[in-house]
């Protein structure tokens, strides 16, 4: 068989069809209300994704309850939520056949402390990084926790979920032995940590049925000496293989404080296409590669090494939201800026503020300086933190 074509279809093991093989991979958009709400700005951004040609976006971190949250920009989606409002951010972000899903997540160790608990399966006290160990009977409530979100997501209309155990979040905490430390049955040999993500795809599945679309976003290597190796990513690739998900998402590195950027390791092409290649081998589950690829060559070599499914986009979608029309009709890579002087931080909060002029009115804003953009990303988050607490507080 000839290798998939960008704009090949693809149909998930659950029968949901992706149009072609280009997603809007996660990103903590960091557009909600400040109440954990969606606003219109929200809106119009995953209409506009919608509308330039991705198969499907995954709307990053979707709390299902606030004291998890990593920024006071995430959305809360629980049994309290505003059904209009994700409704409509579902019904804008599935326009033109595009699939959306919400990334069910869960910031552990890195929950933001002015508006959330930092836990984790083991207790931190690093530098940067502070968090208390949970207790047996929180780990035993996470697989219905965030199924009920799962639920709650499909019956407002999104197209799927994903289960975020990559980055460091907290099921990638209980995956790795640098983070987990436990010496119960949730911690020690992988076959334990990987307990907490099995029992919360089974829990899932039973809560949305068989027909929606279940991914898992996993860390290909933690990056981190004494975390996650390759070797056990493999592992746990091949013990997705007997779940009932339909894609795994390969990614990796953590957001810790010090720890090394994926583009550090492969700079200038998909940052793990060797180790997908390997995990291809392991599972029949569509695998989409995600991290560094920022060019059509770069994609199409994906597909046609057979690396990947799909490939799950982010940054260069920022630049260029109309990108896979663009390709469909031969049209130019996204041209990446250059900064001279970047802050630690700087960077990311150049592409969220971008992402917030796209909402706001349609374009970027080419006058973006690097440092102007840190400090308007944190000044932002300084003035919802009041938000969050006011309506979340009891």
Same mark, same amino acid.
């Given at each position: 068989?000839?290798?998939?074509?960008?704009?090949?279809?693809? +149909?998930?093991?659950?029968? $949901?069809?992706?149009?072609?093989?280009?997603?809007?991979?996660?990103?903590?958009?960091?557009?909600?209300?400040?109440?954990?709400?969606?606003?219109?700005? &929200?809106?119009?951004?995953?209409?506009?994704?919608?509308?330039?040609?991705?198969?499907?976006?995954?709307?990053?971190?979707?709390?299902?309850?606030?004291?998890?949250? +990593?920024?006071?920009?995430?959305?809360?989606?629980?049994?309290?939520?505003?059904?209009?409002?994700?409704?409509?951010?579902?019904?804008?972000?599935?326009?033109?056949?595009?699939?959306?899903?919400?990334?069910?997540?869960?910031?552990?160790?890195?929950?933001?402390?002015?508006?959330?608990?930092?836990?984790?399966?083991?207790?931190?006290?690093l530098?940067?990084? &502070?968090?208390?160990?949970?207790?047996?009977?929180?780990?035993?409530?996470?697989?219905?926790?965030?199924a009920?979100?799962?639920?709650?997501?499909?019956?407002?209309?999104f197209?799927?979920?994903? !289960? /975020?155990?990559?980055?460091?979040?907290?099921?990638? &905490?209980?995956?790795?032995?640098l983070?987990?430390?436990?010496?119960?049955? #949730?911690?020690?040999?992988?076959?334990?940590?990987?307990?907490?993500?099995?029992?919360?795809?089974?829990?899932?599945? /039973?809560?949305?049925?068989?027909?929606?679309p279940?991914?898992?976003?996993?860390?290909?290597?933690?990056?981190?000496?004494?975390?996650?190796?390759?070797?056990?990513? !493999?592992?746990?690739?091949s013990?997705?293989?007997?779940?009932?998900?339909?894609?795994?998402?390969?990614?990796?590195?953590?957001?810790?404080?010090?720890?090394?950027?994926?583009?550090?390791?492969?700079?200038? &092409?998909?940052?793990?296409?060797?180790?997908?290649?390997?995990?291809?081998?392991?599972?029949?589950?569509?695998?989409?590669? $995600?991290g560094?690829?920022? $060019?059509?060559?770069?994609?199409?070599?994906?597909?046609?090494?057979?690396?990947?499914?799909?490939?799950?986009?982010?940054?260069?979608?920022?630049?260029?939201?109309?990108?896979?029309? /663009? #390709?469909?009709?031969?049209?130019?890579?996204?041209?990446?800026?250059?900064?001279?002087?970047?802050?630690?931080?700087?960077?990311?909060? #150049?592409?969220?503020e971008?992402?917030?002029?796209?909402?706001?009115?349609?374009?970027?804003?080419?006058?973006?300086?690097?440092?102007e953009?840190?400090?308007s990303?944190?000044?932002?988050? +300084?003035?919802?933190?009041?938000? #969050?607490?006011?309506?979340?507080?009891?």
């Amino acid at each position: 068989m000839s290798p998939p074509s960008l704009f090949d279809p693809l +149909e998930l093991p659950c029968g $949901t069809v992706l149009r072609n093989r280009i997603v809007k991979s996660a990103m903590s958009d960091s557009l909600g209300d400040g109440q954990g709400n969606p606003t219109a700005e &929200q809106m119009r951004l995953y209409q506009r994704w919608a509308e330039g040609g991705v198969a499907a976006t995954i709307i990053g971190e979707v709390q299902g309850r606030p004291d998890t949250a +990593e920024k006071p920009g995430n959305l809360v989606l629980s049994a309290d939520s505003p059904k209009p409002l994700f409704g409509d951010l579902a019904m804008y972000g599935g326009c033109t056949g595009c699939v959306p899903f919400v990334q069910l997540g869960h910031a552990g160790a890195m929950a933001y402390p002015p508006i959330s608990r930092p836990v984790g399966p083991s207790a931190l006290d690093l530098p940067g990084v &502070q968090c208390e160990a949970l207790t047996v009977d929180e780990i035993l409530a996470l697989p219905e926790a965030f199924a009920a979100t799962a639920r709650l997501a499909r019956d407002m209309g999104f197209g799927g979920v994903q !289960i /975020h155990a990559a980055h460091g979040f907290l099921l990638s &905490q209980f995956l790795s032995p640098l983070f987990n430390k436990r010496t119960d049955n #949730w911690g020690g040999v992988l076959e334990n940590r990987m307990r907490l993500l099995m029992d919360t795809i089974t829990a899932t599945r /039973h809560a949305v049925g068989p027909d929606f679309p279940i991914a898992v976003k996993l860390n290909a290597t933690d990056q981190l000496q004494g975390g996650l190796t390759e070797a056990e990513s !493999i592992r746990i690739v091949s013990t997705l293989d007997t779940t009932s998900v339909d894609l795994i998402d390969i990614s990796g590195g953590t957001y810790f404080p010090g720890a090394a950027s994926a583009s550090d390791a492969k700079p200038g &092409q998909p940052y793990f296409i060797e180790f997908s290649r390997r995990a291809k081998q392991a599972t029949a589950i569509p695998i989409m590669l $995600t991290g560094g690829i920022k $060019t059509r060559a770069q994609a199409l070599h994906v597909l046609e090494s057979g690396a990947a499914d799909v490939v799950g986009m982010a940054r260069a979608l920022v630049l260029d939201p109309d990108l896979p029309l /663009h #390709w469909q009709e031969a049209g130019n890579d996204p041209v990446f800026p250059r900064f001279a002087d970047t802050p630690e931080g700087g960077v990311t909060a #150049w592409f969220t503020e971008q992402i917030a002029a796209l909402g706001r009115c349609g374009k970027l804003d080419p006058d973006l300086g690097v440092h102007e953009a840190l400090a308007s990303y944190t000044n932002r988050d +300084e003035a919802r933190i009041p938000l #969050w607490n006011a309506a979340f507080t009891q």
